[in-house]
């Protein structure tokens, strides 16, 4: 049993004493009224006995009803506050302590307010466990990625050394080392643009601007692309939509959507392009006819390093599409997918227009 210390038995001795004084005063207002006016109906004479009496049986009523108050509000605070406040007391040192899978039971008997607290903390410790395994699985994409080009790196280094190498196989391995190095450069960009995405530390520069001219800006930068590829392009952009965005960032949801579809698209097959507009949104639709994707690769498409294609047989690291969600949502546009295995996939953007 817990030991009561000096400090506790002090609070309950002046809450004893509150309830003392609350007490006797009513009772006294009440017995004085009471035989005052009983006495003067009855023509009854109030002896000094028959007072000393009377006090001596309410001092006693005061007492124990004082003292029946002070346990029931005891126990009252037991229940409704004691209780609660240690259970919220153990699972913050739990979290504390890094342990975000706690969760506070709320009991039937918990005040309002604690309850709101409990429902907080709950909710807050759900938020917290989610961001944890966000951050864990984001370190080791990053490991994984990292040592993918690095070993690349070091292998082709390593075999430059080789004085017997012809000179094509040399520049061939030249080739795969700088490849490897430019992924890892990408990466780390990336890296560093969806970092400062995320913690709102690029603020958009919003202004007025001619969207048409941008989609075709962005695109025309592909044209070695698919040119070399023989891939169609079929655009249906209309001519002067204007938007309040900010061009830098939306650029780079338009360069990652045309990579990806001109990435996915074999030769000869076509990449369609369209701005539409209706009463209050620009709606741009990026169209491939590539290999496409199944509906479960389709509802992580812009996770963080998520890449449908697990055998990394196409070039990128997985950050692209989660650069281009977090920019839409900046911008409070939305952006959907709909894609079928062999058909191809569509990207559709809808932002707000002036």
């Not at 049986?57 to 003292?67: E, K, W």
């Amino acid at each position: 049993m817990k030991k009561l210390t000096f400090r506790q038995i002090l609070k309950g001795l002046s809450r004893y004493i509150i309830f003392f004084l609350m007490v006797a005063f009513l009772i006294s207002c009440c017995m004085m009224l009471f035989v005052t006016t009983f006495a003067g109906n009855i023509e009854l004479a109030l002896t000094n006995e028959n007072l000393e009496g009377a006090a001596k049986i309410t001092f006693l009523n005061v007492l124990l009803l004082s003292l029946l108050f002070t346990i029931s509000d005891e126990i009252r605070r037991k229940l409704t506050v004691a209780r609660p406040v240690k259970r919220i007391t153990q699972a913050a040192e739990k979290i504390m302590q890094g342990d975000l899978t706690v969760r506070i039971e709320p009991k039937h008997n918990d005040a309002e307010q604690f309850g709101e607290i409990i429902e907080c903390i709950n909710k807050m410790t759900k938020e917290l466990s989610s961001l944890e395994t966000l951050r864990t699985d984001f370190i080791a994409n990053v490991s994984h990625e990292l040592k993918t080009p690095l070993a690349v790196m070091q292998n082709y280094g390593t075999l430059l050394q080789q004085p017997e190498l012809s000179e094509e196989t040399r520049i061939e391995y030249a080739k795969a080392v700088s490849d490897s190095a430019r992924r890892l450069a990408s990466m780390m960009t990336n890296i560093l643009k969806l970092n400062r995405l995320e913690n709102q530390q690029i603020y958009p520069q919003t202004a007025e601007y001619d969207l048409s001219e941008q989609l075709c800006a962005c695109l025309l930068q592909f044209e070695n692309i698919w040119e070399a590829s023989n891939i169609e392009i079929d655009t249906d952009i209309a001519d002067g939509v204007t938007v309040k965005a900010d061009a830098e960032l939306l650029s780079l949801v338009w360069n990652n959507l045309f990579s990806n579809a001109f990435k996915f698209t074999g030769p000869g097959g076509t990449v369609s392009v369209s701005l539409s507009t209706t009463d209050h949104h620009a709606i741009i639709k990026v169209k491939d006819t590539g290999c496409g994707m199944t509906p479960e690769v389709g509802a992580h498409i812009f996770e963080k390093f998520y890449q449908g294609d697990t055998s990394h047989a196409t070039q990128g690291n997985g950050l692209g599409l989660a650069l281009v969600k977090r920019v839409i949502d900046i911008m409070q546009g939305q952006i959907t997918v709909e894609s079928a295995v062999g058909k191809g996939t569509t990207f559709t953007v809808r932002i707000g227009r002036v």
